[in-house]
C-alpha cells in the first residue's frame, strides 16, 4: 500500500525540483536556506543547501544559513507553489524571514516547476472542430465490433446495413471482431510510457498489435457494440485502455480541457454504433458522454452517432416488419452519407432513431418473448 508521505519526504520532493532548477541557472548562488517550519503538532528543522554541485535537504540546523524561514509547512508550501504573496506573507504573519532575502528571492524566483515541451505541442485541428468541412472519403475504414456475440449478434444484424452504405464509398473496410482476439488488459505499469517508446508490456504477447496497426493507418474507426449495463462492454473498453500508448506523457490543453499529445498524427475520424434492449433513446446517454470525452482525449472527431433502441425487440416483432425494413434503409444510407460527407443528415438519423410502438407494448411483447423462450426451453436469441 502506498504510504501517506512525511512532511520531510514533501520537502524532499519539492528540493528535487529546486535542484533541477537550480542545476539550468547559469549564476550560482551559494549558500543555505533554513526552515523552521511546523506541521500539525510537529516542528520540522531542515535546511536547503545550494552549491555549484546542486542543491541538498538536510535534517537539522545549519551552522550559517544565508536566509531562515519561520513558517508553518502549508503557508511554506503555498510560497512555493505561488499561492502566496511573499509580502502578503510576511505582513500577515504566516511568515518569518530573517537574515539576507535577496539570496532567498535570487535561487527561488527562476522558473520551478516547469519544463518546456513545446516539441510535443499537438493542438487542437481544423478538422477535429469541423471534420465534415475538411472531408475527404476515406481510404481505409477500420470496424471495431465489440459485441460478445460477434457476427452472430444484433449488433452485427444492423451494422451490417451501415457498412453495405458506407461500402458504396469506401474501398476498404476492415472489420475486427474484438470477441475473437486476446486482448490483455492495461496493467497500469506506465511501461509504454516511462520507456519512451509508446510499446506495451505485452507487445507481441497478445492481438493487441496487430489490430493497432490497422487502427492507426485507418482514416474512420467505427466502434460497434451493443449496450452492456448502460455503456460499452468490457471487450471494447480493454481495448480502448491499451491505447494509452498512442501518446506521450505530457498534458497539453485540448478543447478547453487538458489531454495528452500523440505520438502519430493522423486525421482520422470515428463513428460510434450502438444497439440497446430497452426502447428509449436516453438509455444511450452515458455511452454520448463516454465517446465525448474519450475522442476528445484522442483527437477523434466524431462524425456520426448512431444508436438504436430495442434492436432485438424490432427485429423479432412480425407488427414491426415495415419500420425494420425502414430502419435498415435508413442505415444504409447513414453510410452511404458518413462515407461521402463526413455527416449524418437529421431526417436519416430520425428514421433509424424512430421510436417503435408503444412503450406499454413494447414491455407487453417483449415479456411474452421471455416468458415463451424459458417456457420452450429455447435457448436461441
Ligand atoms: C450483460 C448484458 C448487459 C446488458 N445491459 C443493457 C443495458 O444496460 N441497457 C440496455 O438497453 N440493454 C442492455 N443489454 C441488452 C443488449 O444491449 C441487447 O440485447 C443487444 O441487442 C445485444 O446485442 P448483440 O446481440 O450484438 O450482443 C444487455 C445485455 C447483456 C448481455
Not at 475538411?134 to 457476427?151: K, Q
Amino acid at each position: 500500500m502506498k504510504e501517506f508521505p512525511a512532511p520531510y519526504q514533501v520537502m524532499e520532493s519539492l528540493a528535487g525540483y529546486i535542484n533541477r532548477a537550480y542545476r539550468d541557472q547559469r549564476e550560482k548562488q551559494e549558500g543555505v536556506i533554513q526552515f523552521h517550519l511546523t506541521y500539525k503538532n510537529e516542528r520540522l528543522d531542515c535546511y536547503l543547501r545550494f552549491a555549484p554541485e546542486g542543491v541538498s535537504l538536510s535534517k537539522g540546523v545549519a551552522k550559517d544559513p544565508a536566509v531562515t524561514v519561520k513558517s508553518t509547512l502549508y503557508h511554506w508550501l503555498d510560497l512555493a507553489a505561488g499561492r502566496l504573496n511573499p509580502l502578503i506573507g510576511i505582513l500577515t504573519g504566516k511568515l518569518r524571514f530573517s537574515g539576507d532575502t535577496s539570496f532567498f528571492s535570487k535561487v527561488m524566483s527562476e522558473e520551478i516547476f516547469g519544463t518546456d515541451i513545446s516539441e510535443y505541442d499537438d493542438p487542437v485541428t481544423d478538422f477535429e472542430k469541423r471534420p465534415h468541412k475538411y472531408w475527404r472519403i476515406p481510404e481505409r475504414v477500420l470496424v471495431l465490433n465489440a459485441s460478445p456475440r460477434a457476427g452472430q449478434g444484433y449488433t452485427e444484424f444492423y451494422l451490417e446495413a451501415f457498412l453495405r452504405g458506407l461500402g458504396k464509398t469506401c474501398a476498404s473496410i476492415d472489420m475486427v471482431y474484438l470477441a475473437e482476439q486476446r486482448i490483455n488488459r492495461c496493467r497500469g505499469c506506465w511501461y509504454c510510457w516511462l520507456s519512451g517508446t509508446g510499446n506495451c508490456v505485452f507487445k507481441d504477447k497478445d492481438d493487441f498489435e496487430k489490430i493497432n496497426q490497422r487502427y492507426e493507418d485507418a482514416d474512420l474507426v467505427v466502434f460497434a457494440f451493443p449496450l452492456y449495463i448502460d455503456g460499452m462492454p468490457s471487450l471494447l473498453k480493454d481495448f480502448l485502455e491499451r491505447t494509452v500508448c498512442h501518446y506521450h506523457p505530457y498534458m497539453i490543453r485540448g478543447h478547453h480541457r487538458t489531454r495528452h499529445p500523440r505520438r502519430k498524427r493522423k486525421k482520422q475520424a470515428v463513428v460510434v454504433f450502438s444497439v440497446s434492449g430497452f426502447p428509449e433513446l436516453d438509455n444511450f446517454r452515458a455511452v454520448k458522454e463516454h465517446f465525448r470525452q474519450i475522442t476528445h482525449n484522442s483527437h477523434q472527431p466524431i462524425v456520426a452517432e448512431i444508436y438504436r433502441p430495442a434492436g432485438m425487440y424490432l427485429y423479432n416483432n412480425p407488427l414491426l416488419y415495415r419500420e425494420l425494413n425502414e430502419v435498415m434503409e435508413a442505415l444504409e444510407m447513414a453510410g452511404e452519407e458518413v462515407g461521402r460527407y463526413g455527416k449524418l443528415s437529421r431526417k436519416t438519423l430520425k428514421v433509424i432513431q424512430q421510436r417503435i410502438d408503444r412503450v406499454s407494448d413494447f414491455r407487453r411483447l417483449s415479456n411474452l418473448f421471455w416468458k415463451e423462450k424459458i417456457r420452450d426451453n429455447d435457448r436461441t436469441y
